[in-house]
């Protein structure tokens, strides 16, 4: 074959070459989440009575974290004690982190004792489709009267580089919202419907508690998603995993202390 004609077979095997190892390294990336629990420190936020926006924030904003970390994403926070961060650093923090994802979780007021429900809200475009997700979780979640998704122009959205939406999970100036919102029971089931957009968002199949099994013996539990990767240890068949996520072909599991990833040709 001349030089000429074998030019075309060479360059389109480079090119796949190069998508492979590319579309290795992109599957191979775990989540990452970043948790933004409003106000804090001197900054109160609203209140009404004994309910207090920052403290309501940051308990639920734990509940969500302590759950992400069950499914197996890693998760990152603006606080996670009373202090105040003001605005520029919590988007500074989110910019300069490598989370996927930003949620901010606030609490609402109203003069009016009967306003209640959710609302959600993005400030770019291109974040109205991840609000409508989040909003139709909670919701189901909840139970919660629908406020709707809405623009906002909020500088933790407006400043942010990365996927974001602040929620706004319940008005404490209701007095039979505010006290659900106070209660450790209404706290887990909007941590649950946060979580389950999260979820849908990124498109994870499975949960932590999803126990599958393994089909041979010697196989490899890798460091990341991909072939490209170092085992760090290995199954046997007959074996039990709990799986916490499936991307790509490739099984997210826990692995004594830590991850690791597995092929899911080898466990079903």
């Known amino acids: 074959m001349s030089i000429k004609h074998m030019r075309k077979p060479i360059i389109a ?3 796949s070459l190069s998508f492979m190892s590319n579309m290795t390294i992109s599957n191979a990336q775990s989540y990452k989440v970043f948790i933004d629990a409003g106000h804090g420190g001197k900054d109160n936020g609203s209140s009404y009575g004994a309910r207090i926006e920052d403290n309501l924030n940051l308990q639920i904003a734990e509940k969500v974290e302590k759950l992400l970390r069950e499914e197996g994403i890693y998760v990152e926070t603006t606080r996670n004690k009373d202090e105040y961060v003001s605005l520029s650093k919590r988007t500074k923090k989110s910019n300069l982190s490598n989370s996927d994802l930003f949620i901010s979780i606030h609490q609402n007021t109203s ?3 009967s306003a209640n429900g959710i ?3 993005y400030y770019d475009k291109t974040n109205k489709g991840l609000a409508n997700i989040f909003q139709s979780n909670l919701l189901n979640s ?3 009267n629908d406020r709707g998704v809405k623009k906002g122009n ?3 959205l407006r400043d942010n580089n990365k996927p974001s939406i602040l929620i706004e999970c319940g008005f404490i100036s209701n007095d039979n919202e505010g006290f659900k919102l106070s209660t450790k029971a209404y706290q887990e089931k909007i941590a649950n419907g946060i979580v389950n957009s999260v979820k849908e968002f990124f498109n994870i ?3 932590f508690s999803n126990i599958k099994t393994v089909l041979n013996d010697n196989v490899k539990v890798r460091a ?3 072939t490209l ?3 760090i240890g290995y199954l046997q068949k007959g074996d039990k995993v709990k799986i916490v996520d499936t991307k790509h072909d490739w099984h997210k599991i826990k692995f004594g202390n830590t991850y690791g990833y597995v092929s899911s040709v080898y466990v079903k």
């Open 224 to 226: 990341e998603r991909g």
């Open 111 to 113: 003069e009016s004792k």
């Open 229 to 231: 990767f170092a085992p």
């Open 205 to 207: 199949k499975g949960s």
């Open 13 to 15: 095997l480079l090119l």
């Open 119 to 121: 609302e959600t809200y």
């Open 142 to 144: 909840t139970k919660a």
């Open 154 to 156: 909020l500088q933790v």
